[in-house]
């Protein structure tokens, strides 16, 4: 139970352990672009205490002058950044301690989840100046290993492939799709690059290369987002010495930008756009059933019904930490889905506390007016 950051854990370590995976879920919120501000857009997201996501808008201007009342919702997650949060802190607050977990030997796997343009790919990749999570834990896994490691060895792999429509492509080295296959390690991307990475500074051109390899939908011009998983593996392997004999450690932490969650939104059934939102629907509803079913216990796992869980397979099961950040703008137009993200990721949350019953207080904060007739007060000095 130590080890969690923003708050005290009130969990019972019985629970933890039967229950499986414990999930941590964050939510960041991007600042708003210029082109929206010029464009006269409102916010319509108000993050208090660095937990707590007020969600509102007007339902309509006449509406509200007429009725004085707003649409929205109010959330709690176990941290939620604001706009002016740096990478370095969302990195510390959700992804370090799995870095830290990594070097005992458990695996960790973290999540980007939201709509096309909340900021997934910032947060997991980011740009040189601001480096992302990736780039971050990479960085912090090389100088915590080269502290402990006995003999001064390492090795550091990074594999970074990519699920689109139900294929997996390698992202290091494009090419034919590649073929899952079963063997003893668990289920493997049969000649999937292991790069071998011996400093941080290799890392973030590899990373902004790979990304350029992932698959952008075709149908829109401006299109610079992704309707692509993409997954990165980041093996750790080193030599302590415990009780006197020298040990093997061995981690794996699984980086995952997912796809836009927004629905596709073709018409015509058999549209490749459709197959493709079927497909991404597939892989993230497969997500989450075997999240769920690990949290509650269940023998058998669902990984099979898509390529996204059966690739994650050994970072969701066994002794593995998660976490999930769910992306999310500002801006009033992104309304419908900032709601859906953020119902989303609700849910994880209490997903979690079947398994461990963590973070109790934070489902009980009540949603008062006063608070809302705060946050409109605010929200109106800022639009
Ligand atoms: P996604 O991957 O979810 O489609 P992006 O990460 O590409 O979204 O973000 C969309 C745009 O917003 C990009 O231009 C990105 O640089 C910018 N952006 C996103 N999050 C932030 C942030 N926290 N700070 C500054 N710019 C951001
Ligand atoms: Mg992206």
Redesign the pocket.
């Known amino acids: 139970s130590e080890g969690r950051m923003m708050r005290p854990v009130v969990a019972t370590p019985e629970s933890c352990e039967s229950g499986g995976s414990r999930i941590h879920v964050f939510v ?1 919120l ?2 708003m ?1 210029k082109k929206e501000k010029e464009t006269g857009s409102r916010n319509c997201v108000k993050i208090v205490n660095r937990k707590d996501v007020y969600l509102t808008e007007f339902a309509s201007e006449t509406d509200y002058l007429r009725l004085k009342r707003l649409r929205g919702r109010h959330f709690c997650f176990d941290a939620a950044f604001s ?1 002016s ?1 740096t990478q370095q802190e969302v990195y510390a607050t959700t992804t370090a301690e799995l870095v830290e977990g990594v070097l005992q030997g458990r695996n960790g796997s973290v999540f980007c989840y ?10 997991m990749l980011g ?1 040189v100046e601001n480096p992302g999570v990736m780039v971050l834990a990479i960085k912090d896994l090389f100088s915590k290993i080269r502290q402990r490691s006995y003999d001064g060895n390492h090795l550091v792999h990074l594999s970074y492939l990519e699920v689109y429509n139900e294929t997996v492509r390698d992202l290091l080295s494009p090419g034919r799709p590649l073929v899952l296959r079963e063997d003893k390690q668990g289920i493997v991307a049969a000649g999937l690059t292991q790069y071998r990475a011996y400093s941080t500074d290799e890392v973030m051109s590899l990373l902004q290369q790979g990304n350029q390899n992932r698959t952008t939908e075709p149908t829109r011009a401006n299109e ?3 309707r692509s998983h993409a997954i990165l593996q980041v093996v750790a392997e080193f030599r302590v010495i415990q009780s006197g004999n020298i040990v093997n450690r061995v981690g794996k932490l699984s980086l995952i ?1 997912l796809a ?1 969650s927004e629905r596709a939104l073709a018409t015509d059934q058999r549209s490749q756009r459709s197959i493709e939102g079927a497909n991404i629907n597939r892989s993230l509803l497969a997500l989450s059933s075997c999240i769920n079913a690990l949290v509650e216990g269940k023998k058998h796992i669902p990984y099979r019904n898509s390529k996204l869980t059966q690739l994650l397979k050994d970072s969701l099961g066994g002794p593995c930490n998660t976490v999930m950040i769910a ?1 999310i703008s500002p801006c009033n137009l992104s309304f419908g889905e900032t709601q859906n993200t953020l119902h989303w990721a609700d849910r994880a949350k209490e997903i979690k506390t079947k398994g461990c019953l963590m973070n109790d207080e934070a489902l009980q904060v009540p949603e008062s007016a006063t608070d809302q007739a705060k946050l409109l007060l605010e929200l109106q000095k800022e639009n």
Request: hydrophobic content about 15%.
């Open positions: 960041r991007r600042p672009a706009d949060t939201g709509a096309t343009g909340a900021g997934k790919t910032y947060t740009t610079t987002s992704s930008d836009g992306n």
